[in-house]
């Protein structure tokens, strides 16, 4: 028998600058602080997820084996996406993707935190149908 998980709920991300990172997730997407051990790392949470980050020099992110494509964050309709488009210009965040609809039906638009992790806002029928 096949275990089953909770779902995809954790995402740890190498920075350079902590601060700068949790500020634009806590002041943008108003996750909170769960724990920061040390200055050199913070775990937050949106209340069913944790985001990690964890402070890294450059020449220690750049032997990194792994490179993330995007995270990203659902809202609970089409219209949503459009409402974050709007505060995320309001606070002159990078946007990387204008919204746009999907052939499957999801709309999103991607935008950058500090450290150019690209972020999608994402109404996604089968999550949110």
């Known amino acids: 028998m096949k275990p089953k998980t909770l779902g995809l709920r954790h995402i740890a991300l190498n920075v350079f600058d902590v601060k700068a990172c949790a500020d634009f997730y806590t002041d943008i997407f108003g996750m909170q602080i769960e724990w920061q051990p040390d200055s050199d790392n913070i775990y937050l949470t949106s209340g069913n997820d944790n985001l990690a980050l964890h402070r890294v020099e450059k020449c220690e992110r750049e032997r990194a084996s792994q490179r993330l494509d995007h995270i990203g964050f659902f809202v609970q309709t089409p219209d949503d996406v459009d409402a974050w488009f709007l505060f995320l210009k309001q606070k002159n965040i990078k946007i990387i993707a204008e919204p746009k609809t999907h052939r499957d039906g999801a709309r999103s638009l991607y935008c950058a935190d ?16």
Request: aromatic content about 6%; overall charge negative; proline content about 19%.
């Open 114 to 129: 500090p450290e150019g992790t690209a972020v999608q806002v994402i109404f996604h029928p089968p999550i949110n149908g």
